[in-house]
C-alpha cells in the first residue's frame, strides 16, 4: 500500500519570502514522487518529480524539492514567493515497484496563499 | 502539440440519470486514467485504461463504468446518479511504457448532482 500525508491543509507566506510545503510518504519499495499545482477551476499541473539521484530536485516556476529518505519526507520549497504561487498544491507518490499501471496515489492537498 | 481535452466542462444533473464524459488524450500518449475530486480533496483514482481495457480499478461501485477507443479517447460513464457524485472528474494522459512519467491532466468536468 502507499499513502501521502500533507499535514498542512493552508500554508501562508509573505510575498518575497521562503515558502515550504510539507509531504510526507509510505510505500512498501522505494518512492517516485511527485508535487502538482491546480489553480482554481483548472486540472493539475506537473510541476517537478523524484525519480533517482540528487535528492534536491528542481523544477517548474522556481520550484524545489527535498527527498529525504530517512524522513519520508518530499517537501517542496521556493526561495522567494510569489502572489501568482497562490494555488493548491498536491503531493504524490507511486512505488518504484508497481510496473506499467502507473497509479499513484495524492495527498489531500495544501492551499498556499501567498499575501503581498 | 494538444494537450488532454475533456468535455464537457460543465454539467448538471438529478439523481438517478446517467452522465457520459469525454477523454481525449495528450499526443503521443496510449493510457488515460480517470479521478474523482471531490471539493477540499485530493483526486481518488477511479480507474486507468490502456489497449482499449481496463488495467486497473479504484474503489468505486461499479454504477462507475469507461471505454478506451481505438484512437485511446475515452468515456466516463456513471449510471444512477447519487448527491455525493458530485465533483471535479479528472481524466489524465500517460505513456504506459514510460514508468516514471509524470501524468498529464486535463481541466476537468465539472458535475453537480441535484
Known amino acids: 500500500a502507499q499513502s501521502v500525508a500533507q499535514p498542512e491543509d493552508q500554508v501562508n507566506v509573505a510575498e518575497g519570502n521562503p515558502l515550504t510545503v510539507k509531504c510526507t510518504y509510505s510505500?512498501?519499495?522505494?518512492?517516485?514522487l511527485f508535487w502538482y499545482v491546480q489553480y482554481p477551476n483548472r486540472g493539475l499541473q506537473f510541476l517537478l518529480k523524484?525519480?533517482?539521484?540528487?535528492?534536491l530536485v528542481k523544477g517548474s516556476y522556481g520550484f524545489e524539492a527535498e527527498f529525504n529518505k530517512s524522513q519520508t519526507s518530499f517537501h517542496l520549497k521556493k526561495p522567494s514567493a510569489l502572489v501568482s504561487d497562490s494555488a493548491l498544491y498536491f503531493c504524490a507518490v507511486r512505488d518504484r515497484r508497481s510496473g506499467g499501471s502507473y497509479i499513484p496515489t495524492f495527498g489531500r492537498g495544501t492551499s498556499l496563499i501567498v499575501h503581498p | 502539440d494538444a494537450g488532454v481535452t475533456q468535455s464537457p466542462t460543465h454539467l448538471i444533473k438529478t439523481r438517478g440519470q446517467q452522465v457520459t464524459l469525454r477523454c481525449s488524450p495528450k499526443?503521443?500518449?496510449?493510457?488515460v486514467s480517470w479521478y474523482q475530486q471531490a471539493l477540499g480533496q485530493g483526486p481518488q483514482f477511479i480507474f486507468q485504461y490502456y489497449e482499449e481495457e481496463e488495467r486497473q480499478r479504484g474503489n468505486f461501485p461499479d454504477r462507475f463504468s469507461g471505454h478506451q477507443f481505438p484512437n485511446y479517447s475515452s468515456e466516463l460513464n456513471v449510471n444512477a446518479l447519487l448527491l455525493g457524485d458530485s465533483a471535479l472528474y479528472l481524466c489524465?494522459?500517460?505513456?504506459?511504457?514510460?514508468?516514471?512519467?509524470?501524468?498529464?491532466f486535463g481541466e476537468g468536468s465539472r458535475l453537480t448532482v441535484l
Open positions: 510505500v512498501s519499495g522505494n518512492p517516485y
Open positions: 489524465a494522459s500517460s505513456n504506459y511504457r514510460i514508468n516514471t512519467g509524470e501524468l498529464f
Open positions: 523524484y525519480i533517482t539521484g540528487d535528492n
Open positions: 499526443s503521443g500518449h496510449d493510457t
